[in-house]
């Protein structure tokens, strides 16, 4: 069965920092997302695109954030100057299509395995 | 975002059936129920979905209530692999491809 990959598993980073997060969807997806989970939280959403542009993001997801789609494979979350608070796991995410309608609406997210960061 | 109330853990033997309860009182006519599951140490993992009528695959049964208030996830032989924490989603379809919003779910723990 298809599945979404995310590298690394394991990134460690200095304080201010930048990193880049590296994930490839299922092929035939189109609709793509980041989630964090900080230890013994709740998974929370970070940012959805679709069609080279942010569809939605969270309060979370402020400047020092970005997402882009290099190629036609990747899907990358970059964080400009991390800091303590951004260690968590992160999820990549895709869906198979996108519209309104339950048929869209209602298709599986598909999760990676998360890339876990760790900030020092 | 309508929510859901789930009991934080649950416990249950292998190979019994397992039924992880889910409130949703303010549910709205065009909210599909979803159910996730996260395994240790993986990322989430869809379940099972659906609106009014109950539900079945390969995975579990989702049972939901006349009123749509509640609905029950329902793993009929439980495993070992089945130990995971279970989150109970609403989705409205006429929203289109949105985020998903997660609760803390039921952590349920599979005693051999």
């Known amino acids: 069965e298809p599945e979404v990959t995310q590298t690394p598993s394991h990134q460690v980073t200095q304080m201010g920092q930048e990193v880049i997060l590296r994930c490839v969807p299922i092929s035939n997806h189109l609709y793509f997302y980041w989630y964090r989970q900080i230890l013994g939280q709740k998974v929370e959403f970070l940012v959805s695109f679709y069609n080279n542009e942010i569809s939605e993001k969270s309060e979370i997801f402020d400047d020092q954030f970005s997402v882009e789609r290099p190629d036609g494979s990747n899907f990358t979350l970059k964080i400009r100057s991390t800091k303590l608070e951004d260690s968590a796991m992160y999820f990549c995410?895709?869906?198979?299509?996108f519209g309104v309608g339950a048929t869209y609406s209602n298709q599986p997210q598909h999760f990676g395995d998360g890339t876990r960061l760790s900030i020092l | 975002d309508a929510k859901t109330t789930q009991p934080n853990s649950m416990e249950s033997n292998e190979e019994e059936p397992v039924h992880l309860p889910c409130n949703h009182s303010?549910?709205?006519?065009?909210?599909?129920i979803h159910w996730y599951r996260q395994l240790p140490s993986q990322g989430p993992e869809y379940v099972i979905h659906?609106?009014?009528s109950n539900v079945n695959n390969r995975m579990a049964s989702l049972a939901i209530a006349e009123d749509r208030k509640s609905s029950t996830l329902i793993l009929h032989r439980a495993t070992l692999r089945d130990a995971a924490v279970y989150y109970c989603i609403l989705r409205d379809w006429n929203q289109g491809a949105q985020k998903l919003v997660f609760g803390q779910g039921t952590r349920l723990t599979i005693n051999p």
């Open positions: 995410a895709s869906s198979e299509s």
């Open positions: 659906g609106l009014t």
């Open positions: 303010t549910i709205s006519g065009t909210d599909y």
